[in-house]
């Protein structure tokens, strides 16, 4: 669907809460599907994504019961999980796709997994690799590398694993094998990404052993069934944070977001590039901080964004482009070719979508170089190429563009942030 929007000239002001975490709501599913008892699980994001990941394992025999944002799972285990009638849907999910793959890889289960053409694109192997390493029997598309792609599972071998990409969802695919696999299994990453598999399976009684970017886990554990409450998602506020810094006359507050440390590349990148951001209230529930934030217009500078941070806003690179491009001078970002995977190229994506509007913006091999302060950005017809991302980045950047503004596919939203339009019209003023 193509939305019209024109937000040119508002200012933002007021509070909101943003949806719950993406990757955690996704997690206390999954882990409360494998777990012995009931999980409660509070602010679950009833995204898409999410909602796609309650599907499968309701496949598999799982009760789940939800309520808005409060979801009930009556878990019996991994032996609790039943072989699927059907083909398992994973929609436009990377997450659930992955992190399905490493907990069948070590059930005595054959299962299906499809979704759709973008998940068609994104690589496999990553995880398809290692736990056929470990024991699993694995195809698909191109020998594993994409959906359709089937699993048998079955008795494990722990297995020590050196990745070349710093990924959460690589990571935490290995470990849940790793839980039903025989000794030690360890990952080891070139960077930290986030850490929510293993904060949570802390929380559900698990005995995660992490030293420096390594991780381990014994297999032969069992989780048990715990109370879970999801932040709010950090990249899902960022889109705010970004709007209450370059657009006029602004404040806005956003209550109860997730600041792991592993996430907050978005909050480092603002302090540096001189925005007003005030983190208070810090609080911490299942091994999760977050905080009340506040952010108010502010003159920003361009920088350099490589290395360290770039897994700890990897999701937020859309939004940081279009930050950058109302910061005075340059800014450079490197070390990001893991954008070319995710539900678009977004290297291109945002490259080509953020031209039409005026941007001064070029694709580098490994992320872009923004030239910032090029005059008025002005509205055109854009398109979110069915990324949510792209679509919310899209939408922000109308209020800092002349004219209309045409967003094809403005439903892909709905995969993080269902609320997104009306948390903008809360705010304009
Ligand atoms: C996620 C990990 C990241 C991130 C994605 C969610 C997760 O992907 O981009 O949106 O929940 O584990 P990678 O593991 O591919 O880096």
Redesign the pocket.
Known sequence: MMKKVNYFNSTLNGEIHVPGD??IS??AVMFGSIANGTTTVEHFLPGEDCLSTISCFEKMGVNIQRNGESVTIQGNGFEGLLEPKEILDVGNS??TT??ILGILAGLPLHACLIGDASIAKRPMKRVTNPLREMGAKIDGREDGQFTPISIRGGSLKGLTYQSP??????K?AILLAGLNGEGITTVTEPHQ??D??ERMLKAFGIDVQVEGHSVSIEGGQSLQATSVFVPGDI?SAAFFLVAGAIVPNSEIVLKNVGINPSRIGIIEVLEQMGANIKVENKREENFEPFADLTISTSTLKGIEISGDVI?RL??EIPIIALLATQAEGMTVIKDAS?LK??ETNRIDTVVNELSKLGAVIEATDDGMIIHGKKGTLRGAEVNSHGDHRIGMMLAIASLLSEGDMFIEDTEAIAVSYPTFFEHIEKLVK
């Open positions: 993406k990757s996704h997690r990377g997450t992955r992190l990409v710093a990924s959460a969802q690589v935490s990404s986030r929510h598999t990249s897994p990897i999701d893991e995977v995710k």
